[in-house]
């Protein structure tokens, strides 16, 4: 079982590397409904939440990505100065690497949850992980509770904390007009164990991971959401919603079933790293 777990472990560092060339690769911005927008990378998903009084925008990508995300920004004809707050999914280098950027070339107040404070503060990930990646610090000018809103322009972004893939990995769920319809919109956290695909037994740095994994599991299945967006677009299809859309599917991005069906993948899916990983540490 020892070598399976290794081997897991090697194939995911062959695939991350595969990988990290769409992260900071250009991509078009699109709208998703009335007020969001994915202005993120062709590898990562940043999204711009606008309001009448203001902007918001989740992630940042990675450090290189930044300057992306910016041109996507403008492109779609918003101003940097515009955007009041940031925030985060979750401190990995892929999503908040470009963050010390963006709030540099935007002056927004970055708000995150209190668990992942000390990673984004000092650029690593707060965990034994198999991932060892950093990024440029950015300074948490607030945090907010589980269960708390963010409130701008009419907007409500409720936190829910939804910790294992980080220690404060939030998901955000908010409402949204979308041509004349009111969606229920969740920007989950990633939920995968991709950064702690060897670290789930015997974490020093983070005990409680696998039973935050476990709660993070049962609480989404309870969240009803029309649209889900995740900050890799290959977790909900969005590249092939995006192309739906081009070509004229009304309403690509909606799927009520998508979270349920993706908590409970994923929950799968960690149960069975969990036991590789118990069986091959006794
Ligand atoms: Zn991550």
């Known amino acids: 079982m020892r070598t399976l777990s290794l081997l897991a472990g090697l194939f995911f560092a062959a695939s991350a590397v595969a990988d990290e060339a769409s992260w900071s690769a250009p991509h078009a911005p699109y709208q998703i409904t009335d007020n969001i927008y994915n202005v993120g990378t062709a590898g990562i998903s940043v999204y711009l939440i606008t309001t009448p009084k203001g902007h918001i925008l989740l992630d940042g990508a990675t450090q290189a990505g930044a300057a992306i995300v910016e041109t996507n920004i403008q492109r779609l004809g918003f101003k940097l100065k515009d955007i009041k707050y940031l925030i985060e999914n979750h401190a990995h280098s892929d999503h908040v690497g470009g963050l010390a950027q963006l709030k ?6 970055f708000i995150a ?14 965990s034994d992980a198999n991932w060892t990646d950093t990024f440029t610090p950015i300074k948490v000018d607030k945090t907010i509770d589980d269960g708390k809103e963010l409130i701008l322009g009419g907007v409500h972004l409720q ?14 769920l908010t409402e949204s007009q979308d041509k004349g319809v009111l969606r229920r919109v969740i920007f989950v956290c990633s939920l995968t164990t ?3 695909s060897l670290s789930l037994v015997g974490n020093k740095l ?3 991971i696998a039973t935050d994994f476990r709660n993070s599991f049962a609480r989404l299945k309870q969240v009803k ?3 889900v967006l995740s900050g890799h677009p290959e977790a909900t299809n969005l590249e092939q919603k995006y192309l739906a859309q081009v070509n004229g599917k009304k309403d690509a991005f909606v799927n009520p079933d998508e979270l349920l069906n993706l908590v409970t993948k994923a929950e799968e899916k960690f149960e069975e790293e969990l036991k590789q990983q118990q069986e091959s540490k006794p």
């Open 113 to 126: 949850s209190k668990a992942d404070r000390y990673g984004l503060e000092h650029g690593i990930l707060d």
């Open 159 to 172: 936190a829910i904390i939804t910790p294992g893939h980080t220690k404060g990995c939030t998901s955000w």
């Open 194 to 196: 991709a950064g702690n």
């Open 225 to 227: 959401a029309d649209v």
């Open 206 to 208: 983070y005990p409680s």
């Open 104 to 109: 540099k070339d935007t002056g927004a107040t």
